[in-house]
């Protein structure tokens, strides 16, 4: 298992070994086939690759970096770990800023952030 196995939250281990040595193009149907029974950790929780990204109906995937993209798409927000987590600053005097799991965190889009 490699040392970077674990991105955003999400533990691929030896599966993410075995899916960048794979043979490419793989169809849906070869990749849930061969990979569909493997657990993946997501922040604590577990899924088979099959339910975490069976929901997108894939005809084919091309290279090891649309499966994983394809997870990572698939995962939810928690994770992320700490929503609107900043190590940085505190905000500066009169700065408003949205607290971590607010009601409204995902009306922020499209907003300027600086």
Known sequence: ?????????????????ELE???YPL???ELFERYGDVTIEVSGD???????IGPLNEEE???YGEIEAAIMNMVSDEA?????????TP???????QEEGAPDQD???GQESF
């Open 91 to 97: 905000p500066a005097a009169g700065e408003q800023r």
């Open 46 to 52: 577990e899924s088979t690759l099959e339910e975490l």
């Open 1 to 17: 298992m490699t040392d970077d196995s674990r991105e955003l939250g999400v533990e691929l281990g030896e599966l993410g070994d």
């Open 21 to 23: 040595s794979a043979e």
């Open 80 to 88: 992320i770990g700490r929503k609107n987590y900043s190590d940085r």
């Open 61 to 63: 995937y091309r290279d």
């Open 107 to 109: 009306d922020q889009q």
């Open 27 to 29: 169809s849906e149907d």
